[in-house]
C-alpha cells in the first residue's frame, strides 16, 4: 500500500511538473535549440533531451502501464524542475538556455 501511495503523490507532482503535452514536447525536442541544451552525458544527446523522449512515451502510457523504472524518472523530472526553477535568471527568460533546459524536461516556465 506504501508503494501505491507514493506513486501516487509521485503522479500528481510529474504531472504539476510537466506542462506540456505529448505532441508539444515532441515537436519541442526536434528543435535545434532544445538539442543545443543541456549536460552532454557520454554521447551527442543531452541528458535532458534523452529524459524528454522518456517523458513522452510515459505520458503516452495509460498509468496502469507504468513501470518501476516510469515512476524513477518521474521523480527524477519532478527533482530537476523543482531545482531548475530555484534558478530562475532575472529579466525576460524567453528566448533562455535556463528555459530550453527546462522545456528539455517537460516544463514550459513561460506557460501559466
Known sequence: ????????TTWDEFREAVNMTPKQ????LGTD?????GQKG???ESVGHRSGRHI??????????LTSADY???RKVVGYVHRHLEQRPSGDVTETPWR????????DPEKS
Open 25 to 28: 514536447l515532441d515537436r519541442w
Open 42 to 44: 557520454g554521447g551527442s
Open 100 to 107: 530550453y533546459s527546462l522545456m528539455n524536461w517537460g516544463h
Open 33 to 37: 535549440e532544445s538539442k543545443e541544451v
Open 56 to 65: 513522452i512515451r510515459i505520458l503516452e502510457k495509460r498509468k496502469a502501464d
Open 1 to 8: 500500500m506504501a508503494d501505491d501511495d507514493e506513486d501516487a
Open 72 to 74: 524513477a524518472h518521474m
